[in-house]
């Protein structure tokens, strides 16, 4: 073989050799992406508070879009306390949403039935009272006034302020299956009846239309709902004793000026089915990982991250 045609021959030997190590490389990097996200197919049952809905309908949304296509995830919203019962039975659902944490009594179910479960904080919640946009005078109120509306105390606008209008006040409030309504009844009103006659609804956006359509309605529910609807409803600052606050994501975060009337939100995992069923296990990170995302976008204040780390590493252990 003449010295040129060697040359050549290494030449195109080299060439073929970096070929085959880049294609070598390039097959591993597309197997190092492929390998990290497995792909999972299955359902994902989850139920409970109508407050948590629209944040874990688009937590569910942004899942089966971007993360994990085989996955069905259905999100119902029978309310916190309905969805406990559906929760807390065998082969029920995986997920319950919740507006407060788990009682006592659907704990004991629980261990009665040989079930752990994991609660999981996802997001901060601002209890909001509205009113009819054309409602210019009861724009603010104090905790107490609010007690004295919803206890009964007060039946006419004029009762409180005797410039205000001599009409009835229409009290309107979500029903007993919502964590909200137990929310209302033991913080706001510190476990003092509701007055009676007040409209309880199980669907909130049926409660948005009727305070929207009743001058004299005044109404509660989360956060959220008003911020979906201010076009149609008027939010009322509360005056904690050191001026009117407004509800907003700022306000009702962690310690603000709005605190006496936040509180945390959940979703409680049924950690059984999480380690029968991967995709309920995935589906858990991928709501802890990114519910700060789209909390704001929802009408919800975020969580530290630190909480949300500290949550992971205990699904972290779930075999």
Known sequence: MS??????????????????????DADSASDSES?????????????GSGTVYPLMARLAEDYMINEQQGVSVEVSRAGTS???????????TDFNDASREIKEEEQAKADELGMEVQELKVALDGLTIVTHPDNDWA?????EQVQGIF???????????????NEDIQTYGPNENHGTYEFFYEEILEEQDLVGGIDLQQDYSTLVTLVSEDKNAIGFFGFGYYQSNQDAINAV?????????????????EDGPYADYTRPVFT?????????????????KYVLENTNNVAGETGFAPIPDEEIQSQLEELEGIE
């Open 3 to 24: 010295f040129r045609r060697f040359t050549l021959f290494f030449f195109v030997s080299i060439l073929i050799f970096l070929a085959a190590c880049g294609s070598g």
């Open 35 to 47: 390998g990290s996200s497995e792909e999972l197919s299955g359902n994902v049952a989850i139920d």
């Open 82 to 92: 309905a969805g406990f019962e559906k929760f807390l039975v065998e082969n029920g």
């Open 139 to 143: 724009t603010e109120l104090t905790p």
């Open 151 to 165: 206890l009964g105390e007060y039946t006419k606008w004029s009762d409180i302020d005797d410039s205000w209008p």
């Open 237 to 253: 600052s509360i005056d904690f004793g050191d001026g009117a606050v407004e509800p907003s994501l700022d306000t009702i975060a």
């Open 268 to 284: 409680y995992l049924n950690v059984n089915q999480a380690q029968e069923k991967p995709e309920v296990l995935d589906y858990a």
